[in-house]
């Protein structure tokens, strides 16, 4: 095997699952005084797995994605494309993917330096945008979704070959406890759950509705919930929550009138570029997983108004 598709987090190989420490580290920077952000928020990154930066975008900023993001729900050509995710039941829209490369506004958002600039001090230089989508929950139907870490799919589906990714959720909506809101076992980060199960062909179609594989299993879980705990991202719209790649993080369904949405961004460091992918299925598409343009963001000031 080539030295640079070694599988250092192997995953769906083996009939029962396993634990494995993480061989990375969480945060690529030790000089803290520098963040973009106050260094307990950094620590509190590192030793959580995630953290919450609020009122990150103002209420003026927010009004413009949102505005921007209910013309494209009512665009029928985002509504029949291959990128708009539906409801496993309602078949409403879902998510829509590859924001940063299809729309001009959105674009921006990825490079903003407010939330750009956070993701690059954390993973150490320069990144590139390895995933976009905007989500959507409405009220009174938004379905779950299940515990999951990103990485494990990442690392099997996608060949991203290292932990040095993270994902920043730009909330549009005010996430109560009551509304399906993210979910993050602070801690989890540091442990890597080998899942069971061979990975289905085009699986991708099935898992960002429902995700069946790459889900850890039950005692797993329930071991890392009595050890970590569960913590629920409530933050006002504006806000955005930046977890790792390897959090184990999670949704209940929302039947509340509470609708959420959010933008979601995901950053890769240009030296973890994907490779082919650890299993033996061909690589989900580019929409999902950028595979071709690693070139590091044009990080910079932005303003919406």
């Avoid at 960002?208 to 071991?223: C, I």
Wanted: glycine letters at 4%.
């Amino acid at each position: 095997m080539s030295t640079q598709h070694i599988d250092l987090y192997p995953s769906r190989h083996e009939p029962q699952p396993a634990w494995q420490e993480r061989l990375d580290p969480v945060v690529y920077r030790s000089d803290l005084e520098q963040a973009p952000v106050p260094a307990e928020q950094i620590r509190h990154f590192e030793q959580h797995g995630y953290m919450i930066v609020e009122n990150l975008f103002s209420a003026e900023d927010v009004a413009v994605f949102r505005a921007e993001l209910d013309r494209m729900r009512q665009d029928e050509a985002v509504i029949q494309s291959e990128k708009t995710i539906r409801e496993p039941q309602s078949n409403a829209v879902r998510s829509v993917f590859e924001i940063h490369h299809d729309n001009p506004l959105f674009a921006r958002v990825a490079r903003d330096e407010r939330v750009a600039g956070i993701a690059r001090f954390i993973l150490g230089g320069e990144v590139y945008i390895h995933q976009s989508r905007m989500n959507f929950k409405p009220g009174f139907t938004g379905k779950e979704f299940y515990w999951h870490s990103d990485f494990e799919t990442w690392h099997i589906e996608d060949g991203m070959p290292r932990m040095r990714a993270l994902s920043a959720s730009i909330l549009l909506t005010d996430n109560f406890a009551h509304n399906g809101p993210l979910m993050l076992m602070p801690g989890s980060h540091r442990h890597y759950v080998r899942c069971v199960g061979e990975t289905p062909e085009n699986h991708y179609q099935q898992s960002l509705r429902k995700q069946e594989y790459g889900v850890p299993d039950d005692n797993s879980l329930t071991e890392l919930a009595e050890r970590f705990g569960i913590d629920t991202a409530i933050a006002p719209a504006g806000s955005v929550v930046f977890f790792d790649c390897n959090t184990m993080h999670g949704s209940n369904g929302n039947i509340t009138p509470s609708a959420r949405s959010n933008l979601f961004y995901v950053y890769n460091h240009v030296d973890n570029a994907l490779q082919a992918p650890f299993c033996d299925r061909p690589p989900r598409p580019a929409f999902v997983a950028e595979r071709k343009d690693f070139s590091p963001l044009a990080i910079q000031p932005e303003q919406y108004r």
